[in-house]
Nanobody
């Protein structure tokens, strides 16, 4: 049974930084796409950043230039470096691993940007 375990969320002031991590426990192979999504209260879940096995990345317009996604294939781990955080970045952040035959989600980690 594969589980995705997220860490790194918390409370930060506007302009601050956080680094989220998501690691897979259990056997998992050929992760095609790793991604981060977020859901704010009363809003739909939205894509934040994606990274393919080849290292290609895609970002939501709202975070491009402030957030950086990276992955460590040897550790089956994906990271999200978040800089210049804004109150509107407040949400529960979820990681997602997609392969040919599977689609796993993490349990979510809260990020709150507030003074």
């Amino acid at each position: 049974q594969v589980q995705l375990v997220e860490s790194g969320g918390g409370l930060v002031q506007p302009g601050g930084s956080l680094r989220l991590s998501c690691a897979a426990s259990g056997s998992i192979f050929s992760i095609n796409v790793m991604g981060w999504y977020r859901q704010a209260p009363g809003k739909q879940r939205e894509m934040v950043a994606l990274i393919t096995s080849a290292g290609r990345t895609n970002y939501a317009d709202s975070v491009r230039g402030r957030f950086t996604i990276s992955r460590d294939n040897a550790k089956n781990t994906v990271y999200l470096q978040m800089n210049s955080l804004k109150p509107e970045d407040t949400a529960v952040y979820y990681c997602r691993f997609q392969g040919r035959m599977y689609d796993y989600w993490g349990q979510g980690t809260q990020v709150t940007v507030s003074s």
